[in-house]
Nanobody
Framework: QVHLVESGGGLVQAGGSLRLSCTAS????????MAWYRQAPGKDRLLVAL???????NYADSAEGRFTISRDNAKNTVYLQMDSLKPEDTAVYYC?????????????WGQGTQVTVSS
């Protein structure tokens, strides 16, 4: 069974922090790079951060230095620690496998978790 369950979003003031969690089914998680994506209202979904199975991470410029992605391979869980949040970080955050061409070839998405940053 395929599933992605994101949690941890909420309303926070600018400068605050949130920690997102995502539990994935083994078919999605095991041995794959995982990523966090976000979609603001009226905008395309964007890649925020990705992490390889061994732990190497990469970040979008907007997240570099403020967000930290991590994973627990024993729990099929990926995390996103978000610090120094800005109003422009407001979006629905999703996790999923990372693939080249992900915008076109990832068919299944979870419900996401809403992050709202007030100024």
């Amino acid at each position: 069974q395929v599933h992605l369950v994101e949690s941890g979003g909420g309303l926070v003031q600018a400068g605050g922090s949130l920690r997102l969690s995502c539990t994935a089914s083994t078919t999605i998680f095991s041995g794959n790079a995982m990523a966090w994506y976000r979609q603001a209202p009226g905008k395309d979904r964007l890649l925020v951060a990705l992490i390889m199975p061994g732990g190497t991470a990469n970040y979008a410029d907007s997240a570099e230095g403020r967000f930290t992605i991590s994973r627990d391979n024993a729990k099929n869980t990926v995390y996103l620690q978000m610090d120094s949040l800005k109003p422009e970080d407001t979006a629905v955050y999703y996790c999923n496998e990372y693939r080249v061409g992900w915008a076109y070839n990832l068919d299944y998405w979870g419900q996401g978790t809403q992050v709202t940053v007030s100024s």
